[in-house]
């Protein structure tokens, strides 16, 4: 039986019969998800010894004149992740974490002299479709602040998570911890921005200190770029905008209906669509009259975009209206929702999706789509991404003094990661400014080409 299979690989992971990573191989073999391999993981210490050989690749990822350190004799952290994990992002949360696991396995569990343990949370709840919840976020990044062996909280996948937890990590005592997203992408929460909201970005770093990074581009790049592209190389002259009404879809909306306009190009519409409507015929019906040649929806795949692309389709065919959405929908869950509707519906990525990837980052695919026996979710490269940031600080420190680490995070530079060698900017941004165009077709996303924002006058 399979689960007399998993329980004997589950007592082999223990002895170190085998290692981590031959564990999760032959446990997805056997059909346990990448969720659960996660959890058996999360809860069967690692060894130094389980690194992978460098070899392979793996430890080539990250500045390469930071020494790396498999001793343990400096006892014990924790790195922390937080974003969704059941529902609509059951895959894509746990894609996030294997690849987070991935890169903490690669580096030997260990780092600066510490063993690292990783602990995975979930910001969302089950009766919202998996999608995350202030007050649970709350919950976590209080936790993870009060617990003194968390040195790094990975975090969060939704933008409006973030803005609830940096300020609770910028007040810990003795100081700010660091916190870094791999998919954060408002730009609010670290720049000034004309769609900003009151504040932004100071009041979420009450401390006056910045203890927040990001691995991805920011929207303020997606959401002109898809507009760029829209009308300039598509030939697009009318855009209907929808958005979530959340600081993320709302956010992206923004800029793209503010870049369509400026470039020519006529808004028909913009508005928030009810995330809980039983059907939007009405609506559809209400948009095609206004007869636009695109639609653009900024929106998580949990707030019900899949029905609102059914619904589009239903009054309105690919042949006559264009759709085109952020990377909030760039995830199996989007095209699942939508299903046949979803063909040839675009959508845009602040960076490259795994399966376009060169040179490390097509190492990393290779090893990542075998381990998890399906196509990765766009956001699990930059979870190593953030992983290996975490791990090369405390190489860097080698003390569990957070203020540190914060430090040594921030001033990450000559980072040659999975999409090209970047730094950080003193917002705490990436220096990276790709943005990919990705058309699903046939139930699966294909990378079309870069895009790229215009010029800011």
């Not at 010894?49 to 080539?60: I, K, L, N, V």
């Not at 209906?257 to 470039?263: Q, S, V, Y």
């Not at 960076?351 to 699990?380: K, V």
């Amino acid at each position: 039986m399979a689960q007399d299979r998993i329980g004997t690989l589950i007592a082999q992971l223990h002895r170190q019969n085998i290692d981590r990573r031959e564990f999760a191989q032959r446990a997805g073999a056997i059909g346990l998800s990448a969720t659960l391999i996660g959890q058996v993981l999360r809860a069967v210490p690692a060894a130094a010894q389980d690194a992978t050989p460098e070899a392979d690749g793996a430890m080539s990822i990250g500045n390469p004149d930071i020494e790396h350190i498999t001793e343990t004799e400096l006892g014990m952290v924790k790195f922390i992740s937080s974003w969704p994990l059941t529902g609509a992002s059951e895959q894509l949360g746990g894609d996030m974490v294997a690849s987070l696991q991935m890169a903490l396995d690669d580096f030997g569990n260990a780092a600066g002299g510490f063993a690292i343990e990783y602990t995975a949370m979930d910001d969302g709840i089950a009766a919202n479709n998996g999608s995350w919840d202030a007050a649970r976020e709350a919950e976590i990044a209080t936790s993870v602040v009060n617990d003194p062996d968390a040195m790094v909280y990975i975090a969060t996948y939704n933008s409006g998570a973030a803005a609830v937890s940096i300020p609770i990590l910028n007040q810990a005592d003795p100081g700010p911890m660091a916190m870094i997203s791999p998919a954060n992408t408002y730009p609010g929460l670290t720049k000034d921005s004309p769609n900003n909201e009151e504040g932004e970005p100071d009041r979420y770093y009450p401390t006056g200190v910045r203890n927040y990074m990001r691995v991805v581009p920011a929207d303020d790049l997606q959401g002109p770029a898809a507009a760029a592209w829209a009308v300039e190389n598509a030939g697009l002259s009318s855009a209907y905008v929808l958005h979530d009404n959340q600081l993320y879809g709302r956010g992206v909306a923004v800029a793209f209906r503010d870049t369509f306009e400026d470039l020519g190009g006529a808004i028909a519409g913009f508005e928030a669509f009810d995330q809980n409507a039983p059907d939007y015929l009405a609506l559809m019906t209400s948009i095609a009259s206004s007869a636009p040649d695109v639609i653009y929806v900024g929106a998580i795949t949990n707030l019900n975009p899949g029905k609102l692309l059914q619904d589009m389709r239903s009054v309105m065919p690919a042949s006559e209206v264009t759709f085109i959405g952020p990377d909030g929908l760039i995830n199996q869950a989007f095209i699942d929702g939508a299903g046949e509707a979803a063909q040839d519906a675009y959508v845009t990525f602040a960076g490259l999706p795994p399966n376009a990837l060169q040179g490390a980052g097509a190492e990393w695919y290779a090893r990542i789509r075998e381990l998890l026996g399906h196509e990765p979710d766009a956001y699990a490269v930059y979870a190593y991404e953030a992983a290996v940031v975490a791990i090369q600080a405390l190489d860097q420190v080698q003390d569990n003094d957070r203020v540190a680490i914060l430090e040594a995070m921030f001033s990450t530079t000559n980072f040659a990661g999975l999409l090209g060698t970047w730094e950080f900017l003193e917002t705490g941004d990436t220096s990276l400014t790709t943005v990919s165009l990705n058309q699903i077709q046939d139930g699966g996303i294909v990378f079309l080409e870069e895009i790229a924002a215009p010029p800011v006058a």
